[in-house]
């Protein structure tokens, strides 16, 4: 089993950054890949970005550019660096380790026009 904790979300103006973080606990030898969902109200939860156990990176479209993914291995901890927000990014990002096997509780975005 692995667990997940999320923190760093908040409410933020439009144009401004935040950084999500996901600490990995359990069977973290057992992690290939993790990633960044979000679900905004009344839309199905959608892929933001993952990241390898290789450090191979990926990222939706609509937050290239914007959104940086990283991981510090020796905290077993994965980093979402968010810029140049959007009201279009308010959400509840999650953190998934395995594709969508494994889930964090969910951490609140709030962008302000």
């Known amino acids: 089993q692995v667990q997940l904790v999320e923190s760093g979300g908040g409410l933020v103006q439009a144009g401004g950054s935040l950084r999500l973080s996901c600490a990995a606990s359990?069977?973290?030898?057992?992690?290939?890949?993790m990633g960044w969902y979000r679900q905004a109200p009344g839309k199905q939860r959608e892929l933001v970005a993952t990241?390898?156990?290789?450090?191979?990176?990926n990222y939706a479209h609509s937050v290239k550019g914007r959104f940086t993914i990283s991981r510090e291995y020796g905290k077993n901890t994965v980093y979402l660096q968010m810029n140049s927000l959007k009201p279009e990014d308010t959400a509840v990002y999650y953190c998934?380790?395995?594709?969508?096997?494994?889930w964090g509780q969910g951490t609140q975005v709030t962008v302000s026009a």
């Open positions: 998934s380790a395995n594709g969508r096997l494994y």
């Open positions: 359990g069977s973290i030898f057992s992690i290939l890949a």
């Open positions: 990241i390898s156990r290789e450090g191979s990176t």
